[in-house]
């Protein structure tokens, strides 16, 4: 399995963007995935997820601000990211994770950097 994040960029405070995840492989058709971020010098952290059922969680922190979603024909989450602060700056990981067979699995993207200054 390959996870192909793409979207960031350098973004003014206020601006948007839109991330993308793409998944590629053979993947259990019930899962979840999630876009985390790690700032500088700071630990990664859950910023929202989405399950193939549809079921999503945001970090208090950007709700009403983040969107997840995504379309499981394509296997591809997507993060609408509205209203953004220079405190969003940070590397925005995708993660893909399933149970099958009792076991777990447990895949990341490559990151895609977000900075948001003026």
């Known amino acids: 399995v390959q996870l192909q994040a793409s979207g960031g960029g350098l973004v003014q405070p206020g601006g948007s963007l839109r991330l993308s995840c793409a998944a590629s492989?053979?993947?259990?058709?019930?899962?979840?995935m999630g876009w985390y971020r790690q700032a500088p010098g700071k630990q990664r952290e859950l910023v929202a997820a989405?399950?193939?059922?549809?079921?999503?969680t945001h970090a208090d922190s950007v709700k009403g601000r983040f969107t997840i979603s995504r379309d499981n024909a394509k296997n591809t989450m997507y993060l609408q990211m509205n209203s953004l602060k220079p405190e969003d700056t940070a590397v925005y990981y995708c993660?893909?994770?399933?149970?099958?067979?009792?076991?777990?699995?447990?895949?990341w993207g490559q990151g895609t950097l977000v900075t948001v200054s003026s």
């Open positions: 993660n893909l994770y399933y149970y099958s067979n009792s076991r777990s699995y447990d895949y």
């Open positions: 989405i399950t193939s059922g549809g079921i999503t």
């Open positions: 492989g053979s993947i259990f058709s019930i899962n979840r």
